[in-house]
């Protein structure tokens, strides 16, 4: 070979050697990317759930106390209407 060649064919090789530690490397950066997306959305879902948890027994009050006062309006709209007629 010629020198001129010999020269090139190691250029050649630097750039492969090079080009695939940038590839390793942007994988790498992928599969923890990946990861943390993982663990980011795991976490919102969970303190979703966690706060519904949490809220659950207010929510429920609430609920019954919205259905208390339902039913009384219900009842006093009925006595109203009994008395119109």
């Known amino acids: 070979m010629d020198p001129e060649s010999q020269k090139l064919l190691e250029r050649t090789s630097e ?3 090079e080009n695939n530690k ?3 490397s942007m994988r790498r ?4 990317s990946g990861i943390i997306r993982f663990v980011y959305w795991a976490f919102i879902i969970g303190s979703a759930i966690g706060a519904y948890y949490f809220i659950q027994p207010y929510l429920e009050q609430i609920m019954s106390i919205y259905g208390g006062a339902k039913s009384n309006l219900d009842s006093v709209n009925n006595i109203l209407e009994n008395f119109k007629q």
């Open 15 to 17: 750039l492969a050697e």
């Open 29 to 32: 950066s992928q599969r923890i």
């Open 22 to 24: 940038i590839l390793r």
